[in-house]
């Protein structure tokens, strides 16, 4: 059994390793990074194929500069425009990717940079997400329940001001039993927070 003020520490490493700086600022640099970096040689997309195609190299090359991979892979139109209808779906929900199109085509609603866009958020949102759940279940799998319900009481003690009311609805058995959902959120808690300090010290 730790002594409960290793394991306090142990929490405080977990949160710093997923502060935004370290998950949501560092994805969304390399993302943007890779966004502005893209050369599109079109206006306007004229085939569904066209479409299909560029889409595929977006994901690729935005994906290559995320993961850094070295060497970089080569797009797989298959798969990769597979990952892209999900992320358009979950944007513009069923068929998202023939509304994207429409937008490409047309240049209606921001047009094809918007459909970019679009794709660049979602695999924000997924990267950093996995990144985050990925350090969090590392670290919660491996305690016992005791040490899961210390730890829980002890975030809660001192980062409990930063959880949403919807989270706090229900028991505290409640909370603690989905307790690594609410570190998910810790980032994003934090990240708010310190925009809002930052606001008021301007």
């Known amino acids: 059994m730790r002594e409960e003020r290793t394991m306090s520490t142990e929490l405080d490493e977990l949160l710093e390793s997923i ?5 949501l600022d560092k994805v969304n640099s390399r993302i943007n990074n890779a966004f502005n970096s893209f050369q599109v040689k079109m206006g306007l997309v ?8 560029l889409l595929s ?10 993961l850094q991979l070295n060497p970089p892979r080569n797009e797989d139109i ?7 209808i999900r992320l358009l779906n979950k944007e513009y929900q069923y068929n998202g990717e023939k509304l994207a199109f429409e937008m490409a ?7 094809l940079y918007a459909v970019l866009k679009t794709i660049a958020k979602q695999m924000t949102q997924q ?16 305690l016992s329940i005791d040490e899961q319900l210390k730890v829980t009481t002890q975030y809660l003690e001192k980062y409990g001001h930063l959880i949403p009311p919807e989270l706090k609805e229900g028991s505290a058995a409640r909370l603690k039993a989905n307790f690594p959902k609410v570190l998910e959120q810790h980032p994003h808690l934090t990240k708010r927070l310190r925009q809002i300090g930052r606001t008021y010290t301007k």
Request: with cysteine; charged share 30%.
């Open 127 to 142: 990267y950093t997400s996995n990144e985050i759940s990925s350090k969090i279940y590392h670290f919660w799998n491996k």
């Open 19 to 23: 502060d935004p700086e370290r998950t």
């Open 78 to 84: 298959d798969i990769d425009w597979g990952h892209c």
């Open 105 to 111: 085509r047309t240049g209606n609603e921001g047009g």
């Open 46 to 53: 004229k085939s569904w194929n066209d479409f299909k195609i």
């Open 57 to 66: 190299k977006f994901f690729c090359h935005i994906e290559n500069s995320v």
